[in-house]
Antibody
Framework: EVQLVESGGGLVQPGRSLKLSCAASGFTFSNYGMHWIRQAPTKGLEWVASISPSGGSTYYRDSVKGRFTISRDNAKSTLYLQMDSLRSEDTATYYC??????????WGQGVMVTVSS | DIQMTQSPSVLSASVGDRVTLNCKASQNINKYLNWYQQKLGEAPKLLIYNTNNLQTGIPSRFSGSGSGTDYTLTISSLQPEDVATYFCFQHNSWPLTFGSGTKLEIK
């Protein structure tokens, strides 16, 4: 059974950093692209970043480019999102997702990040 | 960036009704369009991928169609458990983008 479990969220002050993790199981992690998607409270969904299976290619939305870094450790079947220079508008539930049998078919349950002083 | 516009933003219908949700892209997305259902407090669930492919385990009352810039999600007979917000999502080109959602309610 495919499982994606996010961790590392919490309350952080503006300008500080936070690192999210997504532990994957139930599939061959190193074969699949991975993604972070977020949802601000009572708002819609917003794609944040993606990474290729090898980690050699990464993609970001403009609003996080230069502040967020997506990475992966295929030996540990874990996806990461390093978030620096956090802003109040980064407050959201962050989901990791993958496309195993269909594009973007599996999602984790999400982890909450609150940026506030 | 490709803008995804969903309509209506809120839809109220009766159990058993045929329901149609719309999604319009600002440019051709070559059928790389997914539909998700999100219930309150839950992660989004994939219903339809690449316009018209029913995800495993999803009831056959859900179907998708479209091409170019215009896409549709149809529920053939609305059930009480279908109350949720539905999002369309284009994965044709970066940055990937979602529609703002259609909230589906039961009359």
């Amino acid at each position: 059974e495919v499982q994606l479990v996010e961790s590392g969220g919490g309350l952080v002050q503006p300008g500080r950093s936070l690192k999210l993790s997504c532990a994957a199981s139930g599939f061959t992690f190193s074969n699949y692209g991975m993604h972070w998607i977020r949802q601000a409270p009572t708002k819609g969904l917003e794609w944040v970043a993606s990474i290729s299976p090898s980690g050699g290619s990464t993609y970001y939305r403009d609003s996080v480019k230069g502040r967020f870094t997506i990475s992966r450790d295929n030996a540990k079947s874990t996806l990461y999102l390093q978030m620096d220079s956090l802003r109040s508008e980064d407050t959201a539930t962050y989901y990791c997702a993958t496309g195993r049998s269909a594009p973007f078919d599996y999602w984790g349950q999400g982890v909450m990040v609150t940026v506030s002083s | 960036d490709i803008q995804m516009t969903q309509s209506p933003s809120v839809l109220s219908a009766s159990v058993g009704d045929r329901v149609t949700l719309n999604c319009k892209a600002s440019q051709n997305i070559n059928k790389y369009l997914n539909w998700y259902q999100q219930k309150l407090g839950e992660a989004p669930k994939l219903l339809i991928y690449n316009t018209n492919n029913l995800q495993t385990g999803i009831p056959s009352r859900f179907s998708g169609s479209g091409s170019g810039t215009d896409y549709t999600l149809t529920i053939s007979s609305l059930q009480p458990e279908d109350v949720a917000t539905y999002f369309c999502f284009q994965h044709n080109s970066w940055p990937l983008t979602f529609g703002s959602g259609t909230k589906l309610e039961i009359k």
